[in-house]
C-alpha cells in the first residue's frame, strides 16, 4: 500500500485543536469536582436513617450508572426541552450529562470507602463529643482517601475520556474539532492521529501522578 503520511491540515490548523483542547479541559475541569461534590453528598444520603432519602440516592445511582452516557447527554438536549420548554445549550446540555452520569458512579466510590470504616470508630469519635460532621473531616475521610484514591483517579481519566461524547450535540471540544478538520481537509487519519496523541498527552501526566501519590500513601500506611 502505497501511503504517504501528509499532517499539513493539522499544522495549518493547529489552532482549531487548541480551541477544541480548551473546551476539554473545560468540561473536565467542571464536571469532575461538582461531580465529587454530589457524589458525596449521595453516599452521605444513602447511609441516612430516613428511608426516603437512601432510597432517591440509592435510585439516583442505578439511574444514572445503568444508562449510557451518550444516551444521557442527548436526552438533555433533544428531550429536555420538549418537557419544560427550555432549550439548553449544548455546553449545558454537555455538562448535565457528564456530571450526572460521573457522580453516580463516585457515589459509589465514596460509599464504599465510607463503608470500609468499621462502626468502632464511628462511635468512639461521637463518644467524645465530635459531631458528624467532625467524625468525617478529621476521623473518617482522612483514612479512606488513600484507598479511594486508586478509583477516582481512573473516574478521572474515564471522565476526560467521556468528554468526546460531546461531539454528538456539537459541542465542539477536541474531538468536534478534529472531525471537523478531518471532514474539511480529507486527512482523517493524520487529523484523529493528532488527536488521539493530545488526549494521551493530556491524561498521562494525571494517570502518572495519580500513581505516584497512591504508592506514596501506601507506604504510609
Known amino acids: 500500500m ?13 489552532p482549531v485543536l487548541l480551541k477544541g ?3 476539554t479541559a473545560l468540561l473536565w ?3 469532575f469536582p461538582t461531580s465529587m461534590v454530589i457524589g458525596f453528598s ?5 447511609r441516612s436513617r430516613f428511608r426516603i432519602l437512601s432510597v432517591f440516592a440509592r435510585s439516583y445511582v442505578e439511574i ?3 444508562t449510557p452516557v451518550i444516551v444521557q447527554l442527548i436526552w438533555f438536549f433533544y428531550a429536555f426541552p420538549i418537557l419544560t420548554g427550555y432549550q439548553l445549550s449544548p455546553v449545558v ?3 448535565c450529562g457528564l456530571i450526572l452520569n460521573a457522580s453516580a458512579y463516585c457515589c459509589e466510590i465514596f460509599r464504599g470507602g465510607l463503608a470500609s470504616i468499621s462502626n468502632g470508630q464511628w462511635e468512639g469519635a461521637r463518644a467524645i463529643g465530635m459531631s458528624h460532621s467532625q467524625v468525617l473531616r478529621r476521623v473518617i475521610v482522612p483514612q479512606v482517601f488513600s484507598r ?6 481512573n473516574r478521572g481519566i474515564e471522565l476526560a475520556k467521556n468528554t468526546s461524547i460531546a461531539s454528538v450535540i456539537a459541542v465542539q471540544e477536541l474531538m468536534y474539532q478534529g472531525r471537523a478538520l478531518s471532514s474539511a481537509f480529507y486527512h482523517p487519519l493524520e487529523t484523529l492521529t493528532t488527536v488521539a496523541i493530545i488526549y494521551f498527552v493530556l491524561i498521562y501526566p494525571g494517570a502518572f501522578w495519580a500513581s505516584r501519590f497512591e504508592k506514596r500513601f501506601a507506604l504510609r500506611a
Not at 2 to 14: I, K, M, P
Not at 42 to 46: D, E, K, P
Not at 148 to 153: D, E, N, Q, R, S
Request: charged share 10%; glycine share 2%; hydrophobic share 60%.
Open 42 to 46: 449521595l453516599s452521605l444520603l444513602s
Open 93 to 95: 446540555a454537555a455538562l
Open 148 to 153: 479511594m484514591l486508586p478509583a477516582f483517579t
Open 29 to 31: 475541569l467542571i464536571a
Open 2 to 14: 502505497d501511503f504517504t503520511w501528509d499532517f499539513s491540515a493539522v499544522t495549518d490548523n493547529y
Open 64 to 66: 444514572f450508572r445503568n
Open 21 to 23: 483542547l480548551g473546551m
